[in-house]
């Protein structure tokens, strides 16, 4: 079942920050983020496993909470390069390793 | 390494015309899979496969068909192309051995069925 991101859309000036969540109804074995510029492939953030900690990525971190098969992507000072759309995919406890369910998407954009 | 690359970048078709999207990866991933991006959808998994001679369904595996017969190639194959099919497909690749397991992604294949 499709992971839900919030919100859909987010737009900032840069140096802002911003918060964006991914909410499995699932138990989750581990939660990937990625960023997709326009028109390009999806790009790789990071990765947080189950029963592991907090992830950091220059000024991206991200967290995860299993009691609430939830992960939240927190990016800060954001750059104008920050802008795109960031997915979560999600593998569920008991699948196929690797198989990742995307959520929707959500749309970030930086303006000067 | 080339990656994974994928090829048509674009196609167009018929309705009713069959075509092979072809996804090959240079890294020695086990792990290959195919999804379709639609506006405000994500990525949909179509199909997967964990190794050579093992594939699997995804969430929207209907009107496609996937074969592994080598560790670098995964095609997949449109039997009758519908118009529902217009859509941008990313082939992607990991080593489930490695840490982190990042799925990398070719450049995607835009196919449009008139």
């Known amino acids: 079942q499709q992971p839900v991101q919030s919100p859909q859309a987010v737009i900032l000036r840069e140096g802002e920050d911003a918060v964006i969540n991914c909410s499995s109804s699932?138990?989750?074995?581990?939660v990937h983020w990625y960023r997709q510029k326009h028109g390009e492939a999806p790009v790789f953030l990071m990765i947080l496993l189950k029963g592991g900690e907090q992830k950091g990525h220059d000024k991206i971190s991200a967290s995860f909470n299993e009691k609430k098969q939830q992960s939240s992507l927190y990016l800060t000072a954001s750059q104008l390069s920050y802008s795109g759309t960031y997915f979560c995919g999600t593998e569920l406890v008991g699948t196929s390793y690797g198989k990742l369910t995307f959520g929707q998407g959500t749309i970030l954009t930086v303006h000067p | 390494n080339a990656g994974v690359t994928q090829t048509p970048k674009f196609q167009v078709l018929k309705t009713g015309q069959s075509m092979t999207l072809q996804c090959a990866q240079d890294m020695n991933h086990e792990y290959m899979s195919w999804y379709r991006q639609d506006p405000g959808m994500g990525l949909r998994l179509i199909h997967y496969?964990?190794?050579?001679?093992?594939?699997d369904q995804g969430e929207v595996p209907n009107g496609y068909n996937v074969s592994r017969s080598t560790t670098e190639d995964f095609p997949l194959r449109l039997l009758s192309a519908a118009p529902s099919q217009t859509s941008v497909y990313f082939c992607?690749?990991?080593?489930?051995?490695?840490?982190?397991?990042?799925?990398?992604f070719g450049p995607g294949t835009r196919l449009t069925v008139l």
């Open positions: 699932k138990a989750l074995y581990s």
């Open positions: 992607a690749s990991s080593d489930p051995g490695t840490s982190p397991n990042e799925q990398f």
């Open positions: 496969s964990v190794g050579a001679g093992i594939t």
